[in-house]
């Protein structure tokens, strides 16, 4: 569904992205794993437009898709949650949700999205009427994944839904993630975190200095030397259980 091959990204004279590829299929969800400022963000930003490669191809449902404009490319049905969020705070979360319908038209009914939007977590529809700053950290997070679902995508790029949270609430954002896997969406996270990894994660790919350095099933990456060295692997507590796709 998303390809990117051999991408090479610079930011001003500094070359950030090294020959990057990595792929998501229909229904996966893939974490693209690293320590911070290994180039992750810089991964996603490019996917959406507002970095252009100097060299190598994005490629989304079989169309290139590099050097188009990002409004184009989430038109075409690619969704991106930022990393600081995005929503607008002065805004309350059902108007939060509500703007993103209006923001990609077409395709789906707007209740109908904004229905799909609480549906992936519910406790939303509780603080519909609470604005940015009356929020928990792990609520923002929530809302910046359910506005980026009422975009109704194909694909959802989010960019480190786990950071900052307290650990009791990790379960319950990864949780809405994993819903959405079962309407049938495609994900790519980005995550500085390993422990962080959802257990229904089903392709995992570990950048260090703009190089991805392992691509393969995440049960591999925790054998991985360079993995282990790179990221501190230690072993997870628990194996890998069920993917929510099964
Ligand atoms: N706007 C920018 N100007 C200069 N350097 C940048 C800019 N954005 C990112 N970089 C550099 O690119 C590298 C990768 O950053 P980033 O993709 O944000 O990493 P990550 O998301 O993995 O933490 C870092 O070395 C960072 O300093
Ligand atoms: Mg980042």
Redesign the pocket.
Known sequence: MLTLADLDVF??T?H??RRVSLEVGAREVVC?V????????????TIMGSLRPAAGRVEFRGKPIHGRRTHEIARLGLGWAP?DSGIFPDLTVAENIEIATWTRPGGRPAAERIDLAYSVFPVLHRYRARKGPEMSGGERKMLSIARTLALDPEMLLL??PFEGLAPAIIPAVSAGVAAITKLGRAILI?E?NIHHVPEYTTRLYV?E??EIVFGGPPDDAWRDATVTRIIGGAPRPTPPSRSPLQ
């Open positions: 930011i001003h500094s950030i992205l693209l690293g320590r911070n400022g290994s180039g992750k963000t810089t991964t996603l930003r990393e960019d480190e980005a500085s950048i200095r703009g």
